[in-house]
């Protein structure tokens, strides 16, 4: 009998997910496999260098510039105080007044010097009357003494009467004087011109000369100086200016956008401070449109002298290693190469510099930290950059 072949049953799978376990362990091994390897590699762009930008040498004229922060001082501040005793009669001006020199601002009652001017010039009017009959009696007495009509002695003491009577008449005269001074105090006028503080004493109150009690404060604001502290490094540049020319002050308030205030260094101190190591300096600056306020904090930019064929660089092109500072130049064959440099000074956004660059070279700005000696780089420069130095 033939043997019959059946078709072989396949049994079914004990675990019918363990294939699609196996390629979920296989894709998530893929993941962390590319995880842990990181993003690709950044295709090179076109050109086949590094995408830098660049900013040229420059050779010029740049200000040495000393910054420092100042206050604005007043150069006088006048403390308003009565010269006699009074009741303040009237107030003529108001607080925070700019008022000019010579304007009345308090007027005290004066009617009692007044009534003791008019009996001091009546006590007058009687002392010349004795001082004209005492130099008759003399002129008369110095006649008869020559006709023997009368003796030495009585002659002497009409000549003393005379000189008493006429010394009463002048110290009458300087009590008037005193008198009407007194009477002149009585109205306070501004000293200079200025700007009225508080006034913390109305009409009605007495006021003594004893007292210290100030009836208001009257600040001078134009001209006004700024007063600045520097390292004592920069001493000889400031002393070599003065000698050539005061140097100019830039001022600025802290939070302003508008053009700095100009002026000039009038005061160098005599000493340097040993606990600080600075010096005091002091600006006047004209302040017409009363733009700097005493008591006010500002920051102050000094210029000595202006520096003739100084190498300049952006400031960011500076970097510094091991070695010292140095630049990264973009030759003509697009390869960066490496300068040494010596960071002179800050101006602005230019750094001054001593190295071998040529004005015109190109020195890498941004991206100067991912290419070394020889490393080719792409020039992809942004807007021109404007350079302030000011």
């Not at 296989?26 to 496999?33: G, M, Q, S």
């Not at 762009?45 to 004229?61: F, I, K, L, S």
């Not at 300096?281 to 000595?304: C, E, S």
């Amino acid at each position: 009998m033939t043997r019959r072949h059946l078709p072989r049953l396949r049994h079914p799978d004990p675990c019918p997910g363990r294939l699609s376990l196996s390629r979920g362990l296989a894709l998530a091994t893929a993941v962390i496999v590319a995880l842990v390897a990181g993003p690709p590699a950044m295709a090179q762009p076109a050109g086949g260098g590094v995408p830098v930008t660049t900013d040229p040498v420059q050779r010029g004229a740049v200000p040495i510039e000393v910054l420092a922060n100042g206050i604005v001082a007043s150069e006088s501040v006048v403390t308003i105080r009565t010269r006699v005793d009074g009741q303040i009669e009237r107030v003529h001006v108001t607080e925070g007044q700019l008022v000019r020199r010579g304007q009345p601002l308090f007027t005290l009652d004066a009617r009692l010097n007044q009534a003791i001017l008019a009996q001091q010039e009546a006590q007058l009017a009687s002392n010349r009357a004795q001082q004209a009959r005492t130099q008759a009696d003399a002129q008369r007495y110095q006649s008869l003494r020559g006709e023997s009509f009368a003796s030495q002695q009585r002659f002497e003491q009409a000549q003393a009467d005379a000189l008493a009577a006429a010394a009463n008449a002048r110290a009458t005269e300087a009590l008037i004087q005193q008198t009407k001074l007194s009477i002149e105090f009585a109205t306070i006028t501004a000293e200079i011109d200025g700007r009225l503080g508080a006034i913390p004493l109305r009409a009605g109150n007495f006021v003594r000369q004893a007292e210290v009690t100030a009836i208001t404060t009257l600040t001078q604001m134009d001209p006004v100086l700024v007063q600045f502290a520097i390292p004592e490094r920069w001493l000889p540049e400031v002393r070599a200016a003065m000698y050539r020319d005061p140097p100019k002050v830039r001022v600025r308030a802290e939070g302003e956008s508008d053009a700095p205030a100009e002026g000039t260094l009038v005061f160098v101190d005599s000493a340097v401070d040993i606990t600080t190591g600075t010096i005091l300096l002091k600006a006047r600056f004209t302040n017409g449109d009363f733009r700097l306020w005493p008591g006010q904090y500002v920051q102050v930019r000094m210029i000595p002298r202006v520096q003739e064929n100084a190498i300049t660089v952006a400031g960011p092109a500076v970097q510094t290693g091991q070695t010292g500072r140095f630049v990264f130049v973009l030759a003509p064959d697009n390869t960066a190469q490496r300068r040494a440099v010596e960071l002179v000074r800050v101006a602005g956004d230019r750094a001054v510099v001593t190295g071998e660059l040529q004005p015109g070279e190109k020195v890498i700005v941004d991206g100067a930290q991912r290419v070394t000696e020889g490393t080719r780089a792409v020039e992809r420069n942004a807007p021109q950059r404007v350079s302030s130095v000011q």
